[in-house]
């Protein structure tokens, strides 16, 4: 049985709900990605499940127990937060300590762990300092010993990488990746940024207008996105009306494409940038008239059939120029999109 | 990175120099005076020095068995009223435009009418009395320093402790409480000198039976016998709890520091 699931957990704010009905099952040490932009209903899931904000309706169970009507403190939910929340009056020792205080641990248990997080979060050095002490990347890494001590069944890590600059944030990500299979702990991520959910999770949870719009691995999800919002949310794309049918797909500038579907009619493709592959060609129905060089790849804006494509090559390639007459072939899968439902319909 | 200033650098030490020997002349030279008046056995129009010197005063004035009591009221009342300020009560806030009211009506007023109150309620010219009127005083100053700092306590502070088990007494004990220390300190400090130096509220209910500093320092005033020595002596006592001030304002500002860590969440 799933470690964490949610039977269709919503709430209302009088007319407005925050967050539709929403089901979802989360693996014993599974990392989970929560992923959508603001206002999208991830905060609203997050708070139910810490506790601080009461679900109108659904069940939460967290390891074989129903928690959704009990206390913050009596749901064994260990919470990093965005703003560090460290205790400012307490030592980095006190602040790991406050947990298993609190919980009446008893002592040469509590040295244990504390000794074992203070060594996998790499903060030794740190023990007796006051949180204002420390840099922003070693604050964040106390609040995450500050949850990884009490060995919680479930972890909730509400965007804790985007206060930092980006250099740290990166190394952090890291960080995070390894202590996550250190300590095997099932963990909830939420964030907007969708490079970090990428990086980062087993799955990814896309959410938008208050409601879940498709799960699934980060490779599932990048590569057959099915709906409009994942495929735009996840990376870049190029979204094609195309005209469906015999499982495969005629786009504007005439080619064909095979499709997974047996869709007929009218219909919106994803084409990812890095699946367009360019061919200089004087014949060619594409004209390049954009071109950034970003070192590993280089991108480019072809106009083809009045529209603009977003193309990408390998950086090692020769550079095309502007002007440059192009042959446009699709070499990856081509997705066919449904629109996402029910977009902001509750503001 | 420096930031250029906009006008040319104006003479810091000269500025420095003008402002510093303002203040030591504004702050020192009245306590210089106070300090002479007390030792002053005789003091005539045209000198400018005391005739002569001597310590007769403070005998009499600490020898007074008033003074000693004054003292002692004095204190006993600023620590009840402190007190009595910092105890939570049920309802407080529900209370504070009430509570908040007496400090936009002259002192005066507030024991006048509080004086009814308390003679009705025989505890007028009690120190208990005394105390109770002061804390109207001092109140409404505690409370509004108690919210600001309360106020400065962010959410996912309680979050983050409720989420690591610690129910709301816990919460109440190892987190609200010393976080509003300096809220405390400060808001303590300042009820405590307000509530020492009171005049008007203490004289209305508590004078002649209850002296505290302040009213003995007016009967050493009053126009038939001026005795200024005397005066000047509980002056300078009454200057004792800005030094305390001074001493824990230091204390307190890096109390303040340490609440500043919060300013990143």
Redesign the interface.
Known sequence: MAELQLHSVGKRFGDTVALRPTSLEVEKGEFVTVLGPSGCGKSTLLRIL???TEASSGEIVLNGRRIEAL???K?D???V?Q???????MSVRKNLA??LE??KVPKDEQRRRLDHALQICNLAAYVDR???QLS?GQ?QRVALA?AIV?QPSLM?LDEPLSNLDAKLRDSLRHDLVALHRQTGSTSLYVTHDQAEAMAMSDRIVVMNGGEVVEIGTPVSLYRNPRHVFTASFLGQTNLMPVEAGNRQARLPWGDVVPLESNHRGAAVVSLRPENLALTPDAAGHGEITAVSFMGAQANYVVRIADFNLKASRSGGEALLEIGARVAVSVTGPVSLLAETPALGRAA | MTVPSLTSEPPRPLVATVLFLTLAVSVTLPVVLLVLWSLSGRWSFPNLLPNELSLDNWWQVLGDDGIGRAALNSLTIAVGAWAMAKVPMRGKRALEMFILAPSIIPGIVVGVSVGQVLLTLGIAYTTFGVILVQTIGTLPLMIRLLTASFETLPDELIHAARSLGAGPLAIFRHLILPLAVPGLMAGGLLSFVGSFEEFDKTFVTGAPVIQTLPTKLYTYLDPYSLQFPLAAIVSLILLLPVLVVFIAAGRIMRDDLMAGGMGKL
């Open positions: 810490m506790g601080i206390p913050p403190d749901r939910i260990a919470m937060f703003s560090y929340a460290l205790f400012p009056h406050f947990g609190m919980r006051m949180p204002r922003g604050q500050r009490m909730l």
